[in-house]
């Protein structure tokens, strides 16, 4: 089964969006199919004012450019509402539970919820004790709807995921976590290069593995050499994750693996820059990278956008 080939349903079972582990390959075909039709919509000025009278609640704990803007704009063009919700504003930064503000938040008609935090459990206690569809706006295990607008970014560039290699050099952290379910499950070929002591948790690679679609290879490594080969994306994040201290010692491991214009010489003729963002210039990747001809970092995150309409107005609607 290739994405190209797929015929869209309109139909996902999942009520959340918590992490791509719950996620098929069928459904994440949906929703990348949903996402190039309401950006095909969005061009060209039609309308798809779909989640008309629907409020979506964002809860934020960490700071947010890319997530907030998108899901902000996002529901507004589908024709519902966004509700700002930081922590340091609400109770629940004062300690009241999670599973109390979801029953509250419940009884207020709220529609969906999109969350960002730090610990995964957190999401799965909301979605646990309301009824209301929960978005991961990222956590320090999972960005799946980063991935899903990196997946759709690798389509439009490629017109395939089928033959294509995505490599990321980092820390096993929340992104190389989800681009190794989104990759393997679109059926995609996807190395992630960490210095050793950094890699992901391995029941997270066997998780890839095991959902790998059409033998799309999953591979952790921490030769560079070995990682850059013949890849098609070439993607980075930051040495420091929101909530991480500095450290010396994994800022000298990681190093070696910036995305300098010698790195990306050696990718594919083809290979394209992707980037979550915030990106740290002269650390994670050159600003001569970051600028190039083969950077994709801003359709990238354009493609959050995009992604994410999809996510919402999926989970949201009325089956
Ligand atoms: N990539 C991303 O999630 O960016 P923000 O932290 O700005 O939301
Ligand atoms: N790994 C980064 C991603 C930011 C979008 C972080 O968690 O801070």
Do not use: W
Not at 57 to 70: G, H, L, N, Q, V
Not at 97 to 106: A, F, G, S
């Amino acid at each position: 089964m290739r994405f190209e080939d797929y015929k869209p349903t309109g139909r996902i079972k999942n009520k959340h969006m918590l992490t791509l582990m719950d996620y098929s390959s069928e459904e994440i075909f949906e929703l990348l199919h949903c996402a190039v039709e309401l950006k095909r919509k969005q061009y060209a000025r039609e309308r798809h004012d779909y989640l008309a009278g629907k409020t979506l609640a964002m809860i934020f704990e960490k700071s947010s450019t890319r997530t907030r803007i998108s899901f902000e704009q996002g529901i507004r063009q589908l024709g519902g509402y966004p509700m700002f919700l930081s922590s340091r504003d609400i109770q629940l930064g004062r300690g009241e539970p999670i599973r109390d503000t979801v029953r509250v938040m419940e009884r207020m008609n709220i529609d969906e919820i999109m969350i960002r935090t730090f610990k995964q459990s957190d999401l799965e206690e909301l979605a646990e004790y309301g009824h209301i569809p929960v978005i991961n706006g990222l956590t320090d295990d999972f960005h799946p709807c980063q991935v899903l607008a990196d997946l759709l970014t690798v389509y439009e560039e490629f017109g395939t995921f089928t033959g294509k290699k995505l490599v990321f050099f980092g820390e096993g952290f929340n992104m190389a976590n989800s681009l190794m379910l989104g990759c393997a499950k679109v059926g995609m070929d996807v190395t992630i290069c960490s210095p050793a002591g950094l890699g992901p948790k391995q029941k997270i690679v066997d998780a890839a593995r095991a959902a790998a679609l059409g033998g799309a290879k999953v591979v952790v490594t921490d030769d560079i050499n070995e990682a850059i080969s013949g890849a098609n994306a070439v993607y980075t994040d930051v040495f420091f994750s929101m909530g991480q201290e500095k450290d010396p010692a994994k800022e000298a491991a990681l190093m070696p693996m910036q995305v300098n214009a010698e790195m990306m010489a050696k990718a594919a003729p083809d290979a394209i820059f992707l980037h979550c963002l915030p990106a740290h210039r002269g650390e994670e990747v050159t600003d001569e990278v970051m600028e190039g001809a083969q950077s994709r970092i801003f359709p990238e995150a354009e493609n959050r956008l995009h992604a994410q309409k999809a996510v919402m107005y999926m989970l949201m609607k009325d089956n």
